[in-house]
């Protein structure tokens, strides 16, 4: 195998690119399970929504994804506060334990995989945008417009996301209501609703990620159920409830299922992620950056 | 009764236990002593780590610093389930009923778990630990409802069910954590009368609360924690006069 | 009633279930009913993790695929014999159980649910990517023409084969739901921390639940080579298992070893009629749909309903 610069700077800089969206994708389950610990495995079955709904805007009306990421967020906000609500009522109220919730949202999952199937088949599908085929070159580095631009707009999101939770009133009670709902209460603030709120961020910033998703790789309904471990991969490196460890732990999973991916060949990718955190949970489940 | 031997020394013995969470010392060194068949009352303002302590002495947390001997044995570090094995039972401030179980089939679980393990004793039969919870529910005043489903009781008949759990598991010392916070008078009362009855069964009991009329009457001796230290230790009385503990309760 | 009476009327049930293999002559009765068997083998042996322990599987797929695997591998490496493959199939679930359980039960149940999904990922990927097993492109596992015993058809020497693990696995469930292990799982789901200041030693016991749980879900798939004569990854870790093994119990009652039977049996019976005439995504759905509504609405299954109306009756 030719381990030449080119080959290993190629691997770093796609690692690093798609690092940077797979923090987009697991910052919303950072706060639905980091900050206020709903276990919402069903996180990538929206993400696969937003998808296809930008596969679908971009069929009809030739939007741009990027666009439709910023088009469906509101709807996606709603969602996740329709979602949200329903979980409320039938597990948190009632004090059940949260291991029934992770049935309902794995029924969720499945719904909608399975709903996916029935509207678009399970062919993949593809998005093709002006730029979807140029890449800049820096030297022998290829750096593929596909992956540079939801890059950007990742990062630009985490970043806006990490000053919305430090600086604003809204985003300091969605902090505080994991440590202390009483105080909040006392405060005049409603926890639930805050969590409520909370909650739609979470589905918001999937539907976001799966606009994103479809430029960088053909999508089909079932990927959803692979896109679950990097996911919580994710997080739990990051230590959860942090935005920037999100950043940081998507930065190495990009890295290490690159290089397997170069090194090994790309059908055992799915694996990478699992195996991060089969490996973090067993050797330090606080995370790297966890308290 | 624990079918094991006394060791030497006091019951138990907790030294310079140390918890932090985070940044926060929620301990900061703390000893305490108790005999056995003593009752001990522990007291402090919210958030002094009453509840911690608690949850350090019977295993819950781990402790960073310190040591915890019970019974002349060194637990630090033990899983809560074998401390409650060698003699070392607690209530909880909010009562844990396991709410799919009857109150009866409640009391069979520490009996069948704690009871049945500790050293010297034989597996009991079903039969065996439906009489022996069931002596156990009589004397706490809950006999009458014995088959009755545990979620959907009373608040003092909860309390009365934790304390309940706890002794089925025939402990030498029991830790009972505001098990009267919210009740009436009365109610007050009744389980006042249940843990003075612990003396007659030989369990020494510690005793932490806010309501101070039952603190004073049951205690032999009064330790208070005040921000992770204890800042007095003895006779109730004098400790209750005690300016430091007249600060912590009532301010300058 | 005692272990050993209700294990001898199982025996006389599982017997007259076998003796209808005179009475039917059509052999599409024996591959529906070897499916439904399969999933009371399967939904068994969730409910004894998911239901009276309180712990949520999702990785089922992963666990049932070992026993299948394993199937695979010892009929080509030896063509070994369908008893050794049962056995072996099994002891590999119930070692990864023990495994999955040992690296992520000291945490909270999420990590357990999200580490079993782990598993199963890994599982296909090492699988698809594992040429001696057939890799992606699937392997041919032929049953041999003549059963044993004078069966005639192989499917119905394997129906009588699943007709009995499937005995086997209810007689297993009940007597643990009686015995003073179950009594403990079923403190530990109900308040875990209670439970370990009662004495019940926690993670010991979750991880003889997580053993003996895989390891049945591997028992219901080392016969399914036989049964399916070609397999492929995609197939033998196909999320229908996952959502059924969960859908079931929790429709037909995650309390007791009834429900999971019920689940199996109404569920099953109806996917295989409906087969027919839906496409399979539709049936998927549905199940799909009906998991999350019993989930929200009716989280104590079919069996619950019933106990409430026992309950009712009794009460003067």
Not at chain 1, 6 to 16: D, P, Q, T
Not at chain 2, 72 to 96: C, N, Y
Not at chain 2, 110 to 128: D, K, M, N, T, V
Request: proline fraction near 4%; charge should be positive; charged fraction near 15%.
């Amino acid at each position: 195998m030719d381990l030449s610069f080119s080959l290993i700077g190629n691997a770093i800089v796609a690692g690093l690119l798609l690092g940077g969206f797979y923090a987009a994708v697991s910052v919303g389950v950072s706060i639905s399970f980091g900050m206020l610990d709903v276990v919402n495995i069903a996180h990538p079955a929206f993400i696969i929504l937003g998808s296809y709904i930008a596969l679908t805007l971009n069929g009809l009306l030739g939007i741009d994804p990027i666009v439709c990421a910023v088009l469906i967020s509101p709807a996606f906000f709603a969602l996740g506060m329709i979602v949200y609500r329903a979980y409320y009522l039938c597990f948190e109220q009632r004090g059940r334990d949260a291991l029934r919730g992770l049935a309902f949202f794995f029924g969720l999952l499945f719904i909608t995989e399975v709903g996916l199937v029935l509207v678009f088949g399970v062919d993949y599908r593809t998005v093709n945008t002006p730029y979807s085929e140029t890449a800049w070159h820096l030297g022998v580095l290829d750096f593929p417009l596909r992956l540079v631009v939801p890059f950007c707009v990742s990062v630009a999101v985490i970043f806006g996301l990490h000053q919305l939770l430090r600086r604003t009133f809204f985003g300091r009670a969605v902090l505080a209501v994991a440590q202390d709902p009483l105080a909040l209460r006392l405060m005049g603030v409603n926890p639930t609703r805050i969590r409520e709120l909370a909650f739609a961020l979470s589905i918001a910033t999937a539907g976001i990620a799966g606009s994103f998703l479809i430029i960088i790789q053909p999508v089909q309904p079932s990927i959803g159920r692979e896109y679950i471990g990097l996911v919580f991969a994710v997080c739990v490196l990051g230590g959860m409830g942090s935005v920037y460890g999100t950043l940081a732990g998507a930065v190495i999973l990009g890295l290490a299922e690159t290089f397997t991916a170069t090194f090994f060949g790309p059908s055992w990718a799915p694996a990478v992620s699992f195996g991060l955190l089969l490996c973090t949970l067993a050797v330090r489940p606080a995370g790297l950056f966890g308290r | 009764m624990s079918t094991a031997a006394p060791g030497p020394g006091p019951l138990l013995r907790v030294e310079g236990v140390t918890k932090r969470f985070g940044g926060f010392v929620a301990l900061d060194g703390v000893d305490l002593q108790v005999g056995a068949g003593e009752r001990v009352g522990l007291i402090g303002p919210n958030g002094s780590g009453k509840s911690t302590l608690v949850n350090c002495i019977t295993g819950t947390l781990r402790n960073e610093g310190g040591r915890i001997t019970f019974n002349g044995e060194d637990v630090t570090g033990m899983p809560a389930h074998r401390r409650t094995r060698r003699g070392l039972a607690r209530s909880f401030q909010i009562p844990k009923p396991f709410t799919s179980m009857s109150v009866l089939d409640n009391l069979r679980i520490p009996l069948l778990y704690a009871a049945g393990a500790q050293a010297g004793a034989r597996r009991i039969s079903e039969r065996e630990s439906g009489d022996q919870a069931m002596e156990i529910l009589v004397s706490v005043g809950l006999g009458g409802k014995a088959h009755e489903m545990s979620g959907g009781l009373t608040q003092v008949d909860m309390r009365k069910l934790e304390l309940a759990r706890a002794i089925a598991a025939r402990p030498r010392l029991l830790i009972a954590d505001e098990a009267m916070a919210g009740l009436s008078s009365s109610e007050v009362d009744d389980i006042l009368q249940l843990l003075a009855s612990m003396k007659e069964r030989g369990i020494a009991v510690v005793m932490i609360e806010h309501i101070m009329r039952a603190v004073m009457r049951f205690s032999e001796r009064v330790a208070v924690l005040v921000a992770g230290r204890k800042i007095v230790d003895g006779d109730p009385a004098m400790v209750i006069a005690h300016p430091e503990v007249q600060k912590a309760y009532l301010g300058e | 009633m005692s272990n050993r009476l209700f294990a001898a009327i199982a025996g006389v049930v599982a017997a007259a279930f076998i003796g209808l293999n005179a009475a039917v002559t059509n052999d599409y009765f024996f591959s529906a009913a070897y499916i439904v068997l399969l999933y009371v083998i399967l939904s068994t042996a969730w409910n004894i993790l998911g239901g009276y322990t309180g712990y949520v599987n999702f990785g089922t797929a992963g666990f049932f695929a070992l026993g299948v695997y394993t199937s695979v591998v010892l009929f080509k490496a030896f063509k070994a014999p369908l008893p050794v493959m049962i056995v072996a199939g099994t002891l590999v679930a119930a070692v990864a159980g023990l495994g999955v359980g040992y690296l992520t039960l000291r945490l909270r149940g999420h990590f357990f649910a999200i580490a079993t999904l782990a598993l199963a990922v890994m599982l296909f990927t090492f699988v698809t990517n594992w040429d001696y097993a057939g890799g992606a492109r699937g392997a041919y596992v032929i049953a041999p023409r003549e059963a044993p015993f004078g069966f005639g058809h192989y499917i119905r020497y394997l129906y009588a084969v699943m007709v009995v693990l499937a005995a086997a696995s209810i007689v297993v469930a009940r007597a643990i739901e009686h015995s003073k292990l179950g009594r403990g799982l079923a403190a530990i789901r109900d308040d875990e921390l209670a439970a370990e200041c009662a004495g019940v030693p926690t993670l010991r016991l979750k991880l003889v639940s997580t053993t003996i749980s895989g390891g049945m879900m591997g028992l219901a798939g080392t016969t399914f080579p036989l049964f399916i004569s070609f397999i492929e990854p995609t197939s033998a870790f196909s999320l229908t298992y996952a959502v059924n093994a969960i859908a079931m119990p929790v429709i037909g009652g995650m309390n007791t070893w009834m429900g999971p039977l019920i689940g199996a049996v109404l569920l099953g019976t109806v996917q295989q009629l409906v087969q027919v005439t839906v496409s399979s995504a539709w049936n998927l759905l549905i199940v799909g749909v009906l998991l999350v509504l019993f989930v929200t609405m009716a989280p104590s299954g079919i069996m619950g309903w019933v106990r409430t109306r026992q309950h009712r009756r009794r009460a003067p």
